[in-house]
Nanobody, 126 residues
Framework: QVQLLESGGGLVQAGGSLRLSCAAS????????MGWFRQAPGKEREFVAA????????YYADSVKGRFTISRDNAKNTVYLQMNSLKPEDTAVYYC???????????????????WGQGTQVTVSS
């Protein structure tokens, strides 16, 4: 069992940056593949980025590639999402998600993840 707590959301102007953090409880954080998803008002939740527990390989949605960077610090049980060059269309609630010992190839699918945080609001003004 793992609990996830996101932080770092807020209001930023277009072109600005934010760094989201997701702190995980538990002693086996390094075994969890971590993902970030987001949900805008009136839209379905969508994949943003993921980082594998085993290789550290990272994956991004096309809409954020080149602007967002996912990283993890296993010593701090924390995964980060650095968001640069933010756009109004990045406005959403951002969720952290985790799945243990994952070896599949569907990290963009939310139902692959077993644990979710409560979300943090990111608002980008134009």
């Amino acid at each position: 069992q793992v609990q996830l707590l996101e932080s770092g959301g807020g209001l930023v102007q277009a072109g600005g940056s934010l760094r989201l953090s997701c702190a995980a409880s538990g002693r086996t954080f390094s075994s969890y593949t971590m993902g970030w998803f987001r949900q805008a008002p009136g839209k379905e939740r969508e994949f943003v980025a993921a980082i594998r527990w085993s290789s550290g390989s990272t994956y991004y949605a096309d809409s954020v590639k080149g602007r967002f960077t996912i990283s993890r610090d296993n010593a701090k049980n924390t995964v980060y999402l650095q968001m640069n060059s933010l756009k109004p269309e990045d406005t959403a609630v951002y969720y952290c998600a985790a799945v243990r010992d994952y070896s599949g190839n569907y990290l963009h699918r939310e139902y692959e993840y077993d644990y979710w945080g409560q979300g943090t609001q990111v608002t980008v003004s134009s």
